[in-house]
Structure formats: structure tokens, C-alpha cells
């Protein structure tokens, strides 16, 4: 399973930025597909934005166009650009496999960061 140690939460302004980085162990990094999760309290934990091993990317309809997912393989790590901010971008953010829904109570997550957007 994936081991993750995610990084670099914070409070912004809305309209603000933050970038996100997420180190990885315990899998083949280059050839899984990663992704960066968001959830809040009392709801759902959700895909935003997934790259495949060889750059491919994803988005929520929520964030595209303000967040950019990158990788580098050679450091086994994750990136989230986030750009202008909003407050309901405000959450916990983890990166992991991309997986499906159902396996979300079943696998192991990082400690997450927390992300706070003030209007």
C-alpha cells in the first residue's frame, strides 16, 4: 500500500496559492496513476485531481483550471498547484493510488494537511 506523507497546507486568502507536495513510498511510483483527495468534516472524501505515470491529468469540475497536479518521478512525489483559491476549497487534502470510492475505508491514508481558505 501506498505510504504518503503530504505537505505544505496553510491558510490563504481567497484568490490566493498554495502548492501542495506529497512524498510516496511502499509502491512502484512511476507506474501508478496518483491522486490528490480532499475531505471535510462530515463528508465524503473526493478525488480533485489525478496524473497517470507518464503525465496524463484529471480534474473535478470544481477546481479545474485553478489546480495543476504534477509529478516527479525521480523523487517519488506529488504536486498540487492550487490557484486562486476559494473558500470552499477549504479542507484536508491526502494524496494516494488513484482508487476506487469503494476502497476508501479499506486502504491507508497519510495524516492529510489541512487547507483553510478565508473569504
Known amino acids: 500500500q501506498v505510504r504518503a506523507v503530504e505537505s505544505g497546507g496553510g491558510l490563504v486568502q481567497a484568490g490566493g496559492s498554495l502548492r501542495l507536495s506529497c512524498a510516496v513510498s511502499?509502491?512502484?511510483?512511476?507506474?501508478?496513476?496518483m491522486g490528490w483527495y480532499r475531505q471535510t468534516p462530515g463528508k465524503q472524501r473526493d478525488l480533485v485531481a489525478s496524473?497517470?505515470?507518464?503525465?496524463?491529468?484529471n480534474y473535478a469540475d470544481s477546481v479545474k483550471g485553478r489546480f495543476t497536479i504534477s509529478r516527479d518521478n525521480a523523487k517519488n512525489t506529488v504536486y498540487l498547484q492550487m490557484d486562486n483559491m476559494k473558500p470552499e476549497d477549504t479542507a484536508d487534502y491526502y494524496c494516494?493510488?488513484?482508487?476506487?470510492?469503494?476502497?476508501?475505508?479499506?486502504?491507508?491514508w497519510g495524516q492529510g494537511t489541512q487547507v483553510t481558505v478565508s473569504s
Open positions: 494516494n493510488a488513484v482508487l476506487p470510492p469503494s476502497s476508501y475505508g479499506r486502504v491507508k
Open positions: 511502499g509502491i512502484v511510483f512511476r507506474v501508478n496513476a
Open positions: 496524473i497517470t505515470g507518464s503525465g496524463s491529468t
